[in-house]
């Protein structure tokens, strides 16, 4: 069995977060170093797949319910507009390797990557 990956543990209580919004089969919660003036994640409760393109192949509609979630908090934390981060490998700056969307919003420019 591997470890537990932060996310499950924040989603089964081990480590304090506030999830901010919950479906079926996703979370999301604060990330703790934004990026931008809203800088959420949308995470699956499941550890399965590892990145975006993993979850695409394996489970399409928990990727849908992914992006329903980050649309559905963008309304509810922002105007409705936001940009949707999924780091894929090291190389792309991904650390936590559970796939988990960045929902990023506010004033923002083309230019301002950063997640």
Known sequence: ???K???TRI??????SEIIAETDNAFAIRDIAPKAPVHLLVIPKSGTYRNVVELAAGD??????????ANSLAAEHA??????????GEGAG???FHVHAHVLAGTMTEESIGA
């Open 79 to 88: 105007d409705g507009d936001f940009r949707l981060v999924f780091n894929t």
């Open 1 to 3: 069995m591997s470890e």
């Open 60 to 69: 399409p509609d928990l990727l849908a319910e992914m992006i329903g979630l």
């Open 94 to 96: 991904q650390t936590v």
């Open 11 to 16: 989603y089964e209580g081990e480590i304090p």
């Open 5 to 7: 990956s932060i996310f």
